[in-house]
């Protein structure tokens, strides 16, 4: 783990960086907004990279909120906190998985048009959001784990743009549906490497 993992004090002090406190405000805020524009999207466009998208902007402005509940806390409250991430973003890997093995059997062709415009926006937010985060990536396992949704986000967005090319060169669903897979398997992820941190952060304390 880097330096900012190794002492309560230390790590406590950057984990309430007011600076860092405002950027996951901003990064509350707009994913709490673009949730509600993607679901609309796309349950409009029957898109399912799109809705697991929005479910992830959901869960990531509630990890936001749980960041901000205890930054400046003891690193073992933080790690706690960092634990409860990781179950919640593997709770959302698996349920994408399930919705997309179940878009395979049931699933129509999604509007391409509307997956481009709306990937394309939230593409541009993440990135902001990740741009924000990057010279917090490397601290305790609850910074880390919110770099690791924003990064993650970000790649999410790039495959959902890839996927409304691929429904709009093919006239199918699959696109789409593989799309969800890598969100669910991204988010799978994430969760093994936010889990092993705090269980680090765990045992140090």
Avoid at 66 to 89: F, Q
Avoid at 143 to 159: K, L, P, Q, T, Y
């Amino acid at each position: 783990m880097g330096k900012t993992c190794c002492g309560p004090d230390e790590a406590g002090a950057n984990n309430n960086d007011p600076t860092w406190r405002r950027i996951l405000w901003i990064a509350l805020g707009l994913n709490a907004i673009m949730f509600g524009v993607e679901i609309v999207a796309g349950i409009a466009a029957d898109s399912r990279a799109l809705q697991a998208d929005a479910l992830d902007f959901l869960g990531d402005a509630a990890n936001y909120a749980i960041s901000l509940g205890v930054a400046g806390m003891a690193l073992v409250w933080r790690a706690r906190a960092a634990l409860v991430k990781a179950a919640t973003m593997l709770a959302f890997g698996l349920w994408v998985l399930g919705s997309a093995i179940w878009g395979f059997f049931v699933g129509a062709s999604p509007d391409p048009g509307t997956m481009g415009a709306i990937g394309s926006l939230a593409l541009a937010v993440n990135l902001a959001v990740a741009a924000m985060l990057f010279r917090y990536r490397s601290g305790d396992a609850n910074m880390r784990s919110v770099w690791i949704c924003s990064r993650n986000d970000a790649i999410g967005n790039i495959a959902v743009l890839a996927a409304a090319i691929g429904v709009f060169g093919t006239g199918r669903a699959w696109p789409d549906l593989v799309v969800a897979s890598i969100m669910a398997g991204l988010a799978v992820w994430g969760s093994a490497e936010v889990f092993k941190q705090a269980r680090g952060e765990l045992r140090s304390t």
